[in-house]
């Protein structure tokens, strides 16, 4: 059974992290959560769940205006050939969300660490960030020192990438 916000919290608490969370609606897009600038403060991400030719898996975290280019991201990460978007059932299973969750949150269910996490520079040096606690109706932020944190605790030593100067992708 996937971990819950509750979980998620509890797991921040455990290692010390603090946090702090908003209720909003549902929220789907990147587009559809500007709405809310200007009452969360901090930086805000677009998530990729994606998989390669091989079946390796990447969660991709970047600043939400991130120009990544699917067609050549593959180079700078270490995948099999190209990229494509993971199913929302393995999504689920690795995950525990649905599409319009993805977060670097849903790590806490990936026990095995299958998933590579792909973490944005530009994120990572920022405070605070901003993903969702594992459901779209809320956004918690964190700091992004303690995000490291998080994602080292549950065996995600994430690759840091600058997506600052790769070109627009048409894809995205």
């Given at each position: 059974m996937p971990a819950t916000?509750?979980?998620?919290?509890?797991?921040?608490?455990?290692?010390?992290?603090?946090?702090?969370?908003?209720?909003h609606p549902p929220l789907f897009t990147v587009e559809e959560s500007q709405g809310l600038r200007g009452e969360i403060a901090g930086r805000h991400s677009k998530n990729l769940f994606l998989k390669d030719k091989k079946g390796a898996l990447f969660l991709v975290v970047a600043e939400e205006e991130a120009a990544i280019d699917l067609k050549r991201l593959h180079e700078r990460i270490g995948a099999s050939g190209r990229l494509s978007f993971g199913s929302a059932e393995l999504m689920q299973e690795l995950l525990g969300v649905t599409p319009g969750s993805v977060t670097p949150f849903g790590l806490i269910n990936d026990r095995e660490a299958r998933i590579r996490v792909v973490l944005d520079?530009?994120?990572?040096?920022?405070?605070?960030?901003?993903?969702?606690?594992?459901?779209?109706?809320?956004?918690?932020?964190?700091?992004?020192?303690?995000?490291?944190?998080?994602?080292?605790?549950?065996?995600?030593?994430?690759?840091?990438?600058?997506?600052?100067?790769?070109?627009?992708?048409?894809?995205?």
């Open positions: 916000p509750d979980d998620l919290f509890q797991l921040f608490h455990s290692l010390g992290i603090e946090t702090v969370t908003v209720e520079e530009a994120l990572a040096g920022a405070d605070p960030v901003n993903f969702h606690p594992l459901t779209n109706t809320a956004t918690t932020t964190i700091a992004a020192a303690d995000l490291l944190t998080f994602l080292r605790a549950t065996g995600h030593e994430p690759l840091l990438l600058s997506f600052s100067t790769a070109p627009a992708s048409p894809d995205l």
